[in-house]
């Protein structure tokens, strides 16, 4: 089961870098990068403060994606992430991985996203969730 989820998503993550529309990808979303690293080098820190500057820098990049279900996905929001990571790879020094997909099942599933950052040559790991939900947009936190 572990290997068929992996090479599904081995296979989504193939297939989405050829789906990604020119208009999805390459639009300027007024990202602010520096406040977004900021807030991502901060997180563990015991203030809604970080929180905020990575949910104010999320939802602009997120604010058109709508989940598009199917049977390969039936919350269709996978492809919404890889086009959210390419949005995010303007940002220099900042990598972002899926680390399961709508595997946290609460009230409206979750998705697990390992970002990391370089500060300084440093590699600071964190984990982030995103609701993944079909009735709903692809939101942080």
Excluded at 4 to 13: A, D, E, Q, R
Excluded at 64 to 79: E, H, V, W
């Amino acid at each position: 089961m572990v290997m068929k989820k992996s090479y599904l998503i081995i296979l989504l993550l193939i297939f989405t870098t050829t789906l990604c529309k020119k208009d999805e990808c390459d639009l300027d979303f007024g990202l602010d990068c520096k406040k977004l690293k900021t807030g991502i080098l901060n997180a563990n820190l015991e203030t809604s403060e970080n929180d905020s500057l990575i949910s104010v820098e999320i939802d602009k990049l997120t604010k058109d994606l709508t989940p598009k279900p199917s049977k390969a996905d039936r919350n269709g929001q996978l492809n919404n992430l890889y086009i959210l990571f390419n949005r995010l790879n303007t940002c220099d020094n900042l990598t972002f991985d899926i680390c399961c997909y709508s595997c946290i099942q609460t009230g409206i599933p979750q998705t697990e996203v390992l970002v990391i950052a370089d500060s300084n040559g440093v590699q600071i790991k964190r984990i982030f969730d995103f609701a993944t939900g079909y009735q709903m947009n692809l939101t942080f936190g």
